[in-house]
């Protein structure tokens, strides 16, 4: 498991001191299975980084059928990228969609930072091209693999989330229905 501690410092070069700083600007904080952190329309406030559990990002429809973009765990980072930069209202929901342990930071923490510490600026550069580079395959993904091949890559890189989480979750994540998935998975 790592921290955030480890996190930032696999991706980043920085003294103890700067990295204490940074780490002082975020806060812990426990939340419920179902609990949000954001809501769609209104502005993300908050970058998320998971401790523990797993959080989603989704959108509902008119119809009230729900659209999962994605799944996270332990050690990633997340916010609703347009909302929490631009200070547009979200397209996106996030939430715990198990008991988790994460730490926030504030938008203004966080952008303060990002003039204050050359190294946190430049991981956060590192934060947007791999969320851009995971965005190009997971179009890449939708557009031309099987549900088959879909559910396959899912589940080479998260074997443990199909205990973890509804499996409607991971079916709306791999653009298939509930049932689609349960034949898949027999297979």
Not at 107 to 114: G, N, P, S, V
Not at 135 to 147: D, H
Not at 166 to 177: D, R
Request: proline content about 3%; hydrophobic content about 40%; some cysteine.
């Amino acid at each position: 498991m790592k921290t955030l501690a480890e996190s930032i410092m696999l991706h980043s070069h920085m003294d103890k001191n700067v990295k204490n700083e940074i780490l002082a600007q975020f806060n812990p904080l426990k939340l419920k299975n179902k609990e949000l952190l954001v809501k769609s329309g209104e502005i993300a406030m908050s970058m998320i980084y998971i401790d523990s559990g797993y959080l989603r990002m989704f959108n509902t429809d008119r119809d009230g059928n729900e659209a999962t973009v994605w799944i996270g765990s332990n050690g990633k980072f997340i916010t609703a990228i347009s909302s929490f930069v631009f200070q547009k209202p979200s397209f996106w929901n996030i939430e715990a969609i198990t008991d988790s342990q994460v730490h926030i930071i504030h938008r203004d923490k966080h952008f303060h930072l990002c003039k204050k510490y050359r190294e946190w600026l430049d991981f956060e550069n590192f934060l947007l091209s791999k969320t851009l580079a995971a965005l190009e395959y997971r179009m890449f993904v939708q557009m031309n693999l099987s549900a088959q091949q879909r559910y396959d890559e899912f589940f080479k890189g998260n074997p443990s989330v199909f205990n973890q989480i509804p499996s409607k979750y991971i079916a709306s994540f791999l653009g298939m229905s509930p049932e689609t998935l349960s034949r898949v998975r027999n297979k």
